[in-house]
């Protein structure tokens, strides 16, 4: 999954896209009003700059990407998928769990990859691909409990 450090980067590197050219259209409309614009009425639009991701974080987030499906293609087959732990032990999932799990990477993919669309689209819509970007990270969190929640919830404490 993106890490929350990515996402906060990504959405600084948005907005800060945004309120530039929130910056630039003063001077459009005293240009529109000095008639001193050569682009007529499609100025506005002529004078949006779409965003600019920068190459280490598109060739990061593809990479990852491919790690991701790779590892949990791997797990589908397998039928185990080990999540490792940093300070605790690792869990490792079976069964159902494998499958939820393996939703919630594909959200992460798809979070990670919109990144790399918006960076492509020369659309004003950045706002759609942050809406997408807070979709797929908060429905990849939701599956990843749901994952840890199947797998811990079709123990017996008993064992038995």
């Not at 929130?22 to 409309?29: D, S, V, Y």
């Not at 779409?50 to 797990?75: A, D, E, F, K, Q």
Request: hydrophobic share 40%; charged share 20%; aromatic share 8%.
């Amino acid at each position: 999954m993106i890490t929350q450090y990515e996402f906060d980067a990504i959405h600084k590197a948005r907005t800060g896209e945004l309120e530039r050219g929130a910056r630039e259209k003063p001077a459009e409309a005293s240009d529109a009003a000095s008639g001193s614009s050569s682009a007529g009425q499609g100025g506005s639009r002529a004078s949006y700059a779409p965003n600019h991701i920068p190459l280490r974080t598109r060739v990061w987030n593809v990479c990852l990407s491919v790690l991701l499906i790779g590892y949990g293609t791997l797990g589908l087959v397998k039928d185990w998928l080990l999540i490792p732990g940093k300070r605790s032990s690792s869990v490792i999932l079976h069964g159902p769990a494998v499958w939820i799990m393996c939703v919630a990477m594909l959200c992460a993919v798809l979070n990670l990859l919109s990144v790399l669309a918006d960076h492509y689209d020369t659309r004003n819509n950045e706002h759609d691909y942050k809406d997408f970007a807070r979709l797929t990270y908060g429905a990849g969190i939701a599956f990843f409990v749901i994952a840890l929640l199947v797998q811990y919830g079709s123990r017996s404490p008993t064992g038995g």
